[in-house]
Each structure stands twice: as structure tokens, then as C-alpha cells.
């Protein structure tokens, strides 16, 4: 819709008031009548059936990939996501072949080898106090 143009004199005075849409249609021709009307719901209304857990909406926009739920939202977040490459190595306990996506994985994941590669990994006797009294030993040593 097209306001009333208000026009005024010198001393704040109205002097005129113009049709504004009678104005605009006569500028802008056909445009006028698309002005001002509002199409009604139901004519651009699509029903959209959810993939993931087969709910129906409707009056939902061309782009809608679920229902909105957190539990869609979650599992279309989940296909999307990226994996990193495939990696082949051998177990670094019993020397099986391996296929897995995790980058730092170095064993075959059954609970022995687990065990094993802690055991053999573990800085057990080397703490921190350990280093740090043997490094002030040597050098009360060299001293003396």
C-alpha cells in the first residue's frame, strides 16, 4: 500500500494531499495492483515429510532437510561430518594387520595387546621428583 503524499507550504500549512497510490500507478502502470495485495497462506503452502522420523509439516520452506528435532538435527550432523582417511598399519604387539580412521591408534584394540602396549608404555619410576633429584645429585657432585 501506497501512502497519502502531504504537501505543505512556506509557513507549515497543508496546501495539497496527493493519492499515493493513484500516483504510483499511473508511474509505475500494471505494478500497482501487485502492490498492497497479500497473497493468502494457502496458495504457497508444501508439506514436507521429515526422513529421518517421518513427521509431516506444513507450510515449510523449499530448503527443509528435517522437522527440526534435535534428534534429526543430530543424525543429518552425523552424515555430514567428514572422516579422516583410512590408515593401514601392523599392531604393534602381535603384528596384525590393522585398518582403522584414528590417527595416534598403534595396536590392535583387543584387551591383552591394550595392556601390553600400557605396560611397555609406561613411565613407571620416572616421575617428575625422580628426574629432578638425580639432575641436583650430579650437579652437587661435579661441584665437590
Same mark, same amino acid.
Given at each position: 500500500m501506497i501512502y497519502d503524499i502531504k504537501v505543505f507550504d512556506g509557513q507549515g500549512k497543508l496546501k495539497e494531499v496527493i493519492d499515493g497510490q493513484k500516483r504510483f500507478g499511473e508511474k509505475y502502470g500494471e505494478a500497482v495492483g501487485i502492490i498492497g495485495i497479500r497473497h493468502s497462506s494457502t496458495e504457497n503452502t508444501k508439506t514436507f515429510?521429515? &526422513?529421518?522420523?517421518? +513427521?509431516?509439516?506444513?507450510?515449510v520452506g523449499m530448503t527443509r532437510k528435517s522437522c527440526g528435532s534435535t534428534k534429526c538435527l543430530d543424525k543429518i550432523a552425523?552424515?555430514?561430518?567428514?572422516? &579422516?582417511?583410512?590408515? +593401514?598399519?601392523k599392531c604393534r604387539i602381535c603384528e596384525t594387520d590393522v585398518i582403522t580412521h584414528h590417527r595416534s591408534q598403534v595396536t590392535c584394540l583387543s584387551d591383552a595387546c591394550k595392556a601390553e602396549n600400557v605396560r611397555r608404555t609406561s613411565r613407571e619410576g620416572w616421575t617428575h621428583k625422580n628426574r629432578g633429584t638425580t639432575i641436583g645429585r650430579r650437579s652437587r657432585d661435579a661441584k665437590n
Open positions: 515429510n521429515c &526422513p529421518i522420523c517421518d +513427521k509431516l509439516l506444513e507450510n552425523y552424515a555430514k561430518r567428514v572422516l &579422516p582417511p583410512e590408515r +593401514k598399519f
